[in-house]
């Protein structure tokens, strides 16, 4: 493919596989680890705040689902958070299992349902 180049008033060859050299790639590599990293930090917000709306210990509930894997900070830190700024955001219980469901969280939406079982 050519390309026109003022400077020199001619045709110059231009390689569209350029256009995905490793600088631009790793700069999009990035956003969409930045990008995962916000969405999965929305989902353990919205599971925490679920667990505050219904006096549910998120620590516990993960443990259950996960007992092989050690303390998650990112959960302790939103728990933290949706308790001490006292926030009442209701999160209805077909949010928290789309959320979960969406980040392969299906042993801890397994959990989830069974404290919905235990309401009804």
């Known amino acids: ?13 231009f390689d569209p596989s350029a256009a995905f050299d490793e600088p631009q790639s790793q700069s999009m590599d990035e956003q969409v680890i930045e990008n995962y990293q916000k969405d999965e930090r929305m989902m353990v917000l919205i599971f ?20 092989e894997q050690p303390n998650n900070a990112l959960l ?8 001490e700024a006292g926030k009442t955001d209701q999160v209805d219980d077909i949010t928290v299992f789309s959320v979960l469901e969406i ?17 009804k």
């Open 76 to 83: 302790v830190e939103a728990f933290k958070e949706a308790t």
């Open 1 to 13: 493919m050519n390309d026109f180049n003022d400077e020199d008033d001619e045709f110059v060859d």
């Open 48 to 67: 925490a705040q679920w667990c505050v709306n219904n006096q549910v210990d998120a620590n516990e509930l993960y443990k259950r689902a996960y007992p």
């Open 103 to 119: 980040f392969g969280n299906s042993d801890l939406a397994f959990e989830v349902q069974a404290v919905v079982d235990t309401r």
